[in-house]
C-alpha cells in the first residue's frame, strides 16, 4: 500500500503532489479572487469583462496562486527552491524570453501568411482613429496579454508538468495538460472542432517549448506573442474573443473558408494555424541554440526524484 503513495526513493508520488498542487491552487485563487474584487471595488473601478484594468487584476490574482502554491509544493514535497519554477531571473532568462518573442511572432505572422497566400485574409490600415489612439491600444493591450499568458503559462507549464517531468513522465504530463489547456477554451465564442484540436496543439508546442529551456521565460514570450500578434497587429480575433485590442494596427478582412482561417473565431480555428503550429513546434524540438543551463537542468531532473 505504502507503494501507492510514495516511491522507492520515499518521495510522493507525481499524481498525488500534481492533485495536492490543483486542490490548493484552487483553494488559495478563490481567496485572492475574492481579495481582488474586494480592492477593484474600493478603488472605484469598472468590474468588468471588458475593463482592462479588471483583466490585469485577476490575471495577476491567478499569477501569484499558481507560482506561490507551486513553490510550495515543490520545496514541502520535493525540496526545490522557487527558482526551479523557472520563474526566476536564472541564468540566460533574457535570452530565452526575447527569443520566444521572436519566435511566436513569426509562428503567428507565419499561419496569417499561409492564409492570405491562400485567398482567405486580407488586411488594411486602422487608419480611423488617429494614430496616438492605435498606439494606446497596442499597448495597453500588450500589457493584458502579457498578465495573462504569465498566468496561463505558470499554471499549465508550471508546476503540474514540471513534477510529472521529474518522475520521468513528460509525456503523460504533456498530454494531461494540454487536453486540459484546450478544454478551458470550449467556453470561448464560437469555438470548434478545428480550434480545440488547435489549442491542444498548442499546449504541445507551449510544452515542448518549456522542456527545452526548463524555465518558464521562452515559453512566456512565445505565448504573448502569438496573442499579441494576433490581436493587436493583425486585429484577428483571439480565441473567439475581441474585447482586449480595441483599436488593432491593422483591420482583418476574412473570407474564409473557416476550415482555413477560423473566421470569427480567429486564426486559431483553421488548417493555417494548424500547419504553422506543427512547423514550429518541429523547429524548437530541433533548434540547437535553444538549449537550458546546467543550473535548470539539475532543478528540474534531480537524480533522487527520477522514476518516482
Not at 500500500?1 to 507525481?14: G, I, Q
Amino acid at each position: 500500500m505504502n507503494t501507492v503513495w510514495f516511491d522507492e526513493s520515499n518521495k510522493l508520488r507525481s499524481g498525488w503532489r500534481a492533485g495536492i498542487f490543483l486542490f490548493a491552487f484552487t483553494f488559495v485563487l478563490v481567496l485572492f479572487e475574492i481579495g481582488s474584487d474586494f480592492v477593484l471595488r474600493a478603488s472605484g473601478v469598472e468590474r468588468s469583462q471588458k475593463s482592462n484594468i479588471y483583466m490585469v487584476v485577476n490575471a495577476f490574482a491567478s499569477l501569484i496562486p499558481a507560482l506561490l502554491v507551486g513553490w510550495l509544493c515543490g520545496k514541502l514535497f520535493e525540496n526545490l527552491p522557487f527558482r526551479s519554477l523557472g520563474a526566476a531571473f536564472t541564468k540566460g532568462w533574457l535570452r530565452h524570453f526575447l527569443l520566444g518573442i521572436l519566435i511566436g511572432a513569426v509562428t503567428l505572422s507565419f499561419a496569417v501568411f499561409f492564409a492570405f497566400i491562400a485567398g482567405g485574409e486580407r488586411f488594411e490600415l486602422n487608419l480611423d482613429k488617429g494614430t496616438s489612439t492605435v498606439s494606446y491600444s497596442l499597448g495597453v493591450s500588450f500589457v493584458v496579454f502579457a498578465a495573462k499568458s504569465a498566468f496561463e503559462e505558470a499554471l499549465f507549464r508550471g508546476y503540474v508538468l514540471q513534477t510529472f517531468a521529474r518522475s520521468n513522465l513528460a509525456w503523460l504530463a504533456i498530454l494531461l495538460t494540454s487536453v486540459f489547456f484546450g478544454a478551458v477554451h470550449l467556453g470561448n465564442p464560437n469555438a470548434s472542432i478545428i480550434s480545440t484540436a488547435n489549442t491542444i496543439l498548442a499546449g504541445i508546442w507551449f510544452s515542448i517549448a518549456y522542456l527545452k529551456t526548463r524555465d518558464l521565460w521562452f515559453v512566456w514570450g512565445l505565448h504573448l506573442m502569438w496573442n499579441w500578434m494576433q490581436g493587436s497587429f493583425f486585429g484577428i480575433e483571439v480565441s473567439g474573443l475581441t474585447d482586449i485590442t480595441t483599436n488593432p494596427f491593422l483591420k482583418e478582412i476574412d473570407t474564409g473558408p473557416t476550415w482555413l482561417t477560423g473566421t470569427i473565431y480567429g486564426i486559431e480555428g483553421g488548417l493555417a494555424c494548424t500547419f504553422a503550429l506543427v512547423v514550429s513546434t518541429a523547429i524548437i524540438y530541433y533548434l540547437p541554440s535553444l538549449k537550458l543551463t546546467d543550473e535548470m537542468l539539475s532543478l528540474s531532473e534531480p537524480p533522487a526524484v527520477a522514476g518516482g
